[in-house]
Every structure is written in structure tokens, then in C-alpha cells.
């Protein structure tokens, strides 16, 4: 029942009006990438999958539905027996996708497309928008170690569990939340609070009581009172009066508050000093790409970043605004396009139910991606003659490219095809993909190169066709 | 499990180091109001109630941590027969809330307390920060109707149905989320989608099949091909064609695109020339305060602002940042305050286990909070010396005024004293409060009043003597 109203309206419309024979694409496609990035990272496909393959109404949404007044006694009990019939085509989770393609396209009977909107929706715009922060967070990282710290600041239980299971496709290496451990497998960390320290009749107290606690991985937050004068100083103690006769070393401390940068140099010479080399610095507190970057310029010896509000909700920039729109409709065995037309040129939509190709160089890097008719399959021996759109007056070719097709056939008549990925795999492949595949020109953060968007000339054809038909009638 | 792993690692080492027999007293609250605004709205509170109340470790859960390889069998096994003991005080839900005064405090034992730290966090931030965005967009709306159209852009399914929840409290009409107004009975509102328009052979036909099923509710939207060339005159003609015949009025057009309050003003034009005075306008398209404020002022004629993506993320301040700071001890009997020193003063806690008491002037106005120790209860027989905290030096006395004690003791050794309010009486609350209690001054976005938070004369003395020895022992 995670729908928009709207839905049960026009399906009841349609139920009444029509035959649900009909079968429709409807293209999930985002306008604008996070951020002002290069690109965004796919998240969400398994939620996405489970949501599809278990959709159906019960006796309770029946009742309620019915209690809206407004549905038909025939309609209510299609309802009851309703399961998803269609077919689901989406790039792999953990796909870099790019704005303005198709990402994910059901091909289904027109009541079936129309009522999984909003959770196909939700879930997609959700996992997106927490990975690919996520992945810029890392990026910025810079190799060091960053961890999810945000449950308490999400936007509710989903928001923290989804979001540190997107945050870990993004390229974080563990979570601070305990459910999403539990559900996702991802490793799970966690120290102490203030009010540990302050629970405690001493700093001191405190860190010694945590350390025979935990020999082996105690990270003492040593900001509770004065860093330098105190938190500090007691950790260093308690590492040589506790820990050292056990044979344990010291693992970590944390900095939460104050100038990050000029503290953990501090810390990070009386640690030394004290003989404490391999003990970590950890740092959080509103932490994000941008201030992290600035942390790594101004030197800041820290191993470990714990993010936390800024990831979680990518403050930066919380909407991630992937669509749902009607690509076409197939009467009698033949598609025909649908297109919606907007006076903001780039808000018109790439119409009909199409494919889309990944482009690589001999050097196996991406280079554009490419929108075809659905029958079009690249010749790749020899030049492939392609339309950038914004120049459709230049004569382009792709010359010793390789075309991959991005989207999968993944649920055909409502049944799962695939074995999805696990969340290892996911994250694995983020990481591949931005090694071998994706231009670091697109992933820097300032102006990044935009990724081309191109068409086949018969898809381009189409599309053009389409316009002038339209803009004839009236 | 919905928790930060530091609470387990926290309260593994209580258990150890420890009895659990000392209560402590825990504080949530928050240091900044959203959007630079005059005040929050405290949401949350029944979800934190229903959450405290079920509180349990099933089996899979002790399994996992006992997989964590750092927790004794006795702690797991304790950890099976929990359930929360403490109490919980806390403001009603719907409260108006200001920066740094407790608006839930736990006192409880302490792993009890510990361990629910992440969940009421999680849960009062993500509620708070809906409602008191909710609230700030009504307002601006002035009267005219606001629906929640939020679901497919908010950060996964709990923060679609919780935030439309929050929403509506804060003064939100309707919500589109079917699964919310199944879950709360928030009434439910929806129209039709691009698609439909564009699933039919031309606009005139989807609007008039949309009419034929629903005479009573039909709600046009006029902007998928040409809101003044082709959308209002349809949905006219369909007016004249289908309805009227059928003894119906056109009850709305909706605007999702362009230049809203352009084209509101032309179709009201169109709509009133055709007779169709009665059918309103309903404006949406990333809409929030400030552009619905700018709309009103263009004096656009629109009647119903669908809301969505602003909303239910809060974009503009999507991070609502309550903390949870311990604030006492209790040891034999006796309540030790605990206070959080920082380098930024604002940081710094208020100590103790203390009550908060709103201080109304003769006409009902809230014209300040006040901080006061436990036992104290103001006498309202005489002028009343208080303390600005930010200007001790001063002398000043609440004259002719009423206290209302705003923390309410609702759990009690784990039980529910109370019966918590309907969905509509918290709106019903929020409304009064602002219509009455609270100074407009407060209420405006631009540099609203700063309401004070006052302390009585032996409650500042308290965390003066505390901060004094805090730091001669330094």
C-alpha cells in the first residue's frame, strides 16, 4: 500500500474504462545528478524486486479502499487477486547511471505499471541518493576508512537501515547501526558515547573501565572534556598502565568536536611520542566530502572518518528525483511511442520503449552512453554512426568501441529471472566500475565532465518524427 | 535493533563493570530550530512510546551479537529477558519546542537508558523536523489547503508514512501516501498522473473517461501538453460535455509545470468566463514556504498547493539534530547532575534532572521557558525572580504569570501511564498553541523572536557551582 492514491484512481479508471490488455513502458529516469556531480550511483534494484514480486492487497486494504467510497465491488476484487504480471528491464544495482536514461523500464499491463509508481519510486530515489553521497564521501576519503554514523539523524528506521545498506554499495566499510548489520551483513562498529565518560567518576576512570572491557578494540573518545589537556593524556595512560601489561595495544581514538585538524595533528605527535604509532585517529562531527577534503589539504593525520547526518540525509542536497513517465503502448503487438512535451526543452522526455547502450573506448573506458530502438542491435565492425543530440548536425561515429546493453530483463511475467548480486558484489562492482570504466574527469567533484547521451540515428528519427507530428496537429 | 552499536558495546560494559542498579537521567534536545525558525514541533512521541513498550531481543537478534564475538553469555542472556524498566517524561507530542530545554528525559537504569538512545533519536529528529516543516509551509499557504505529495522523493518507506504522518500534525490537509492514511486515517487525496493523459488518444478523451468514473472528484491536470491552449480548454469542454449533462461541477484543474502563478491567473480567467467559478486551482511542482509566500504575493489565484520533495525531505534543512546527553546520577538516593563541558559555550549542557515550566503572561502568551531543579515549584502568589542565563547580572521577575509544567511523566517502570492523543487532537494542539499561546513575533520566517529559556535562581546557582568545580579542579 506504499502508493500514491493517484495510483488506485487511475487504475480503477482504467479498469472501468478498459480492457487492462494493453500493455505499457513506463522509463525510471533521474534529471540531474546529485550534487552537481558527474554522475549517481544505482541503488535500491533488490528492494525494488522484493516490493514487485510480493505486491498484493489483503483484507485490511481491501476494507480501506473500499472505505474511500469511490471503487467499484468488481474492481475490488480484481484487487484481491491481484500479483504483478509484467516485465521488469533495470541496469545492475551499483550501476553508474547518467541523467535522462532509462534505468529501469516495466513493461506491463497498464493497471500493473501504473500501481508500482510511487514504491519503485521511493525505493530507487532513496538508496540512489545515500550512495552515491556515500561514494563521494569515500572518493574524498581518499582511501582512508569511512563508516556510517548517521542512524540517529535518518529520516526514521528505513532511512537508517536502506540507507547504511546504500551508503555500503557506495564504498563505506562498515555501519554503527545495529539493524542494518543484522539484515545486510554489513560489519558493524561502534565505541563509546560521552556519557559513558561521563558516567564515570574520571575521564581515566572511564577509558580504564572500557579497555578491560574490551582489550582487543578499544577507541576512546577523548573530547568529553579537553582533548589535549585531558582526553588525550588519559587515553595514552590507559593504553601503558592497562592495556600494555595485557599485551594490547591501543587501537583508537575518537575526536567528535573542535578544530579536527589542528587536534588530531596534536594528538597525533603525543601519541607518537608516547609510543602509541599504530593507534588510529578517528574523526566525526558533521562531516562530509567537502569538509573531509579540507581535513586531508590542512594535513590532518586522521585514519578514520565517521559520517553521520551529511550522509545519511545527503544534506548537501536530500532529493534525488528520479521519474516515472509513460515511454509507449503496445496496440495490437506493435509499440507506439508516447512522449510528454514541456515548455523546458530538457524536461521532454525520450520517448518509446528503447534500449540502452554503454559505450567504451579500446581502452575499455566509457565514453557515452547511447539510446536505440529496441530492434537496433550496434554493428560493431566497423565506424557506428550516432547523433549527439545538442549537435544532431555533426556526422559522429564510435570508432573501435564496444557497446554493452545496460539493461536486463530481471522479472519477466512476474517471476525473478536473475540471481541478484550480493551486497559484496555491489560494492564491488561500484568500485570496478570507477577504476576501469568511468573517466576521472567525471568524478572529480568540481565541474566534472558531463557524460554524452547519444542516439542512433532511427531512434533519433523516431524521436524527431514524433515532435513534428505533435507539434503539427496543433 | 534499531540502535548504534556503541550503545551494545556501552551497555555490555555496564553490565560487566557494574551493577546495573544506578539510575541516570538522560535529556533530549536539540540546539537549533530548523530553516532559522522561531520554534520546532516536537514529533515522534507515539512511536518512541510504542517503541520503549515492545522493546525486546528475540532470538536472531541475541544470535547476531553473540556472532560479534565480544559479549559475554551472560550479557546475552540478560539481554533476552530484557525489557525497558525506566521512566519517560516527556512534553505531548505537538508541543511547540525551543532550543536546549529537555523535551523527553529517560531516567532509568542504566543500560535501559542506554540502549534506546538511537531509536528516540531516530524517531523525535525525523518527526520534529517533518512537522515543524509541515507547519511553516501552512503557514505560508494562509489559509488555503496544503496535501502531502511527498511519498516517491521521501528517504524510503517509513519516511513517507511517518513524515506524512508529521505533516499532518503540523497542519497538513490530506497525504497522497495511501499506506498513511491506512495506517493513521489521515484522509487520502489523489488525481491522475501524466500518463493517463498520455496513455489516451488525446487530452480530451482521458479527461472526459476520467470524468465518467469519477463525476464527484474529478481533478484535471491541464499541463501535459499546453495548460492554456490545450489543458483548460479541455478540461472546460469536458465541464460543459460531460459533467453538466450529468448534473456535476468540475471540482478542480491542477498545475504541475510552468510558470504557476502566470498561469493560474490565466486559466481562473478561462475557468470563470466559462461559469466554472467553483472549480479550484491546485498548484504543485517543488513548492515549499517560500515559493508558495512568492506565488501568494504574485497574487496567483491557487486554492490547493500539492506538496512534495520539499516536504518530505525538508530539503531547505533536511538534518533535525536532537541529541541525547546524559544529565544525572542517581547514587544512593541522591541525583548527581552531569554536565557536558565544550569549547563552544552554546555547547555546553544544562545539568541535572530538572523540570521545565512554560511561563505565560496575562493574556496567554508563552513569553518564555524556564529551567527550574525538581523539587522546585514556582510560587505564582508573587512576582517571580527568574535568571537570563545570558545576562545574570540583571534582576528581573515574571510578574502576574501562570506556569505550566510541560514534562509529563508517561512510562512509569516501563508501563504506560498515559492514553496518548488522536492524530487529530495533536493537530487540534498545535493549532491552539499557535493561535494563542505563542507571539506571532515567533512566528514569522524572517529574524523571528528568540523565546528565552530562563532558569530559576537556585537552578542556575546549581550549574554554576558545577562548572566552577569542574573547572578549579582543572
Known amino acids: 500500500m506504499l502508493m500514491d492514491f493517484y495510483e488506485m484512481t487511475m ?29 549517481a550511483i544505482f541503488g535500491g534494484l533488490e528492494q525494488i524486486v522484493e516490493y514487485i514480486l510480493n505486491l498484493h492487497f489483503d483484507e485490511r486494504d481491501i476494507d480501506f479502499l473500499r472505505a474511500q467510497g469511490i471503487f467499484s465491488e468488481e474492481f475490488l476484487a480484481y484487487l484481491k487477486d491481484f500479483s504483478f504480471t509484467g516485465d521488469v528491464y533495470a541496469f545492475p544495482e551499483g550501476s553508474i547511471i547518467y541523467p535522462n536514461e532509462p534505468v529501469i523500464t516495466i ?113 576512546f573518545l577523548v573530547d568529553t572534556y579537553d582533548v589535549l589537556n585531558s582526553g588525550v593524556p588519559n587515553a595514552i595512560k590507559v593504553a601503558k598502565d592497562v592495556l600494555e601489561p595485557m599485551g594490547k595495544r591501543l587501537k583508537g581514538i575518537r575526536l567528535d568536536s573542535g578544530d579536527l585538524a589542528y587536534l588530531a595533528k596534536k594528538a597525533r605527535r603525543m601519541l607518537d611520542k608516547a609510543g602509541l604509532e599504530d593507534c588510529k585517529i578517528m574523526a ?104 549527439d543530440p545538442e549537435q544532431p548536425w555533426r556526422e559522429l561515429y564510435f570508432e573501435n568501441c564496444t557497446f554493452k546493453e545496460m539493461k536486463q530483463l530481471i522479472i519477466k511475467d512476474g517471476k525473478l529471472l536473475v540471481e541478484l548480486p550480493t551486497l559484496d558484489e555491489l560494492r564491488q562492482y561500484v568500485k570496478d566500475q570507477l577504476e576501469t570504466e568511468i573517466w576521472p574527469e567525471e568524478q572529480r567533484f568540481e565541474n566534472p565532465h558531463r557524460h554524452y547521451l547519444d542516439m542512433s540515428p532511427g531512434y533519433y528519427q523516431m524521436k524527431m518524427d514524433l515532435l513534428n507530428r505533435i507539434f503539427r496537429k496543433k
Open 11 to 39: 487504475a480503477h479508471g482504467y479498469f472501468t474504462q478498459h480492457e487492462n490488455t494493453d500493455r505499457v513502458a513506463f522509463d525510471v529516469f533521474f534529471r540531474r545528478n546529485p550534487d552537481k556531480g558527474g554522475f
Open 107 to 219: 513493461v506491463a499491463p497498464l493497471i500493473d505499471a501504473q500501481i508500482v509508481e510511487t514504491a519503485v519510486l521511493t525505493m530507487m530515489n532513496h538508496q540512489s541518493l545515500i550512495a552515491t553521497k556515500a561514494n563521494r564521501i569515500v572518493r574524498a576519503a581518499d582511501g582512508r576508512i569511512v563508516a556510517d554514523f548517521g542512524a540517529r539523524r535518518a529520516h526514521n528506521v528505513d532511512a537508517a537501515v536502506y540507507g547504511a545498506r546504500a551508503a555500503y554499495i557506495g564504498g563505506v566499510q562498515s555501519t554503527a547501526t545495529v539493524l542494518a548489520g543484522q539484515q545486510f551483513g554489513i560489519s558493524v562498529s561502534g565505541t563509546m558515547a560521552h556519557s559513558w565518560v561521563m558516567y564515570h567518576d574520571s575521564e581515566y576512570e572511564a577509558f580504564k573501565a572500557y579497555a578491560e572491557v574490551y582489550p582487543d578494540g578499544a577507541v
Open 284 to 387: 566525526s562531527n558533521s562531516l562530509d566530502e567537502y569538509t573531509i577534503t579540507s581535513l586531508l589539504i590542512q594535513g590532518g593525520p586522521i585514519d578514520i572518518f565517521g559520517v553521520g547526518e551529511r550522509l545519511i540525509t545527503s544534506k548537501s542536497d536530500p532529493v534525488f528525483g528520479a521519474v516515472y513517465k509513460i515511454a509507449g503502448v503496445e496496440k495490437n503487438g506493435v509499440w507506439e511511442p508516447r512522449i510528454k512535451i514541456s515548455e523546458s526543452v530538457e524536461k521532454i522526455t525520450n520517448p518509446g520503449f528503447k534500449k540502452v547502450y554503454r559505450v567504451y573506448n579500446e581502452k575499455g573506458r566509457a565514453i557515452a552512453d547511447l539510446l536505440t530502438l529496441l530492434e537496433e542491435v550496434p554493428d560493431t565492425t566497423e565506424p557506428y554512426r550516432y547523433i
